[in-house]
């Protein structure tokens, strides 16, 4: 007899209480909205939203920390604060490296049992401390926004993105999704959805992992 930790799927299939065998393969195949092992267990009470720019974080993670009663932290807002210059001014004046390891430093100082939903820039994924942390600090979540919703966006909104003159939106993105998908406890796609459904499906997930493991018998 083998027992294993099953998946516990909520999206696009007709069964709510579907499962999914294996090293989480609905995650691998895009397959669900919804896909969490049952079996995690919620980490300090902290929640990361991780995403590409302008894919959603700063402004879902207000309505979810408003849900959840929680502290809301922008990472990106407190470097502007502390700078007292924009991001963009930052990212131009000193660098990439430099940013990220300022958004390390405020995560450094939060104390470990402190409650917060925590929206960081969208290169944190390319920061190993600042992840190495995450993955034990907090949830992370990673909102799965379509390439050409954020491609859209960033042209309407333009946002501070290291090297994406040099390198392309489109170059960017293909580096960073299979990144923000090692790093998901979550994942959740946010197409044609709302801020306030997106936090909603969040929360949902999040109530999964009160459960208790659910052992299949093969």
């Known amino acids: 007899m083998l027992y294993f930790t099953a998946w516990w799927c909520n999206g696009s299939t007709s069964d709510s209480d579907s499962l999914c065998h294996g090293s989480n393969p609905c995650r691998a195949n895009n397959f669900a909205p919804l896909c969490m092992s049952i079996s995690i ?52 004046e000193k660098g990439a490296p430099y940013f990220r ?77 299979p990144i923000y998908r090692k790093y998901a406890d979550v994942v959740v796609q946010t197409a044609a959805k709302s801020m306030e459904t997106v936090a909603e499906e969040i929360v949902e997930s999040l109530s999964f992992w009160h459960r208790k493991p659910r052992l299949v018998r093969l």
């Open 41 to 92: 267990k919620m980490k300090n009470n902290k929640i990361m939203l991780i995403g590409m720019p302008c894919a959603g974080k700063s402004a879902v993670g207000r309505v979810l920390a408003d849900k959840l009663n929680l502290e809301f932290m922008d990472l990106d807002v407190m470097v502007e604060e502390k700078e007292k210059k924009s991001l963009v001014e930052v990212m131009n």
């Open 101 to 177: 390891n300022m958004e390390w430093g405020f995560l450094q100082e939060l104390d470990s049992e402190k409650k917060a939903v925590i929206s960081p820039a969208g290169s944190i994924i390319l920061h190993s401390l600042s992840m190495e942390w995450a993955a034990k600090s907090s949830n992370i979540i990673f909102l799965d926004t379509p390439f050409d919703v954020i491609e859209s966006r960033l042209t309407k909104t333009p946002k501070a993105v290291a090297n994406l003159k040099e390198r392309g939106l489109k170059s960017i993105w293909d580096e960073r999704m």
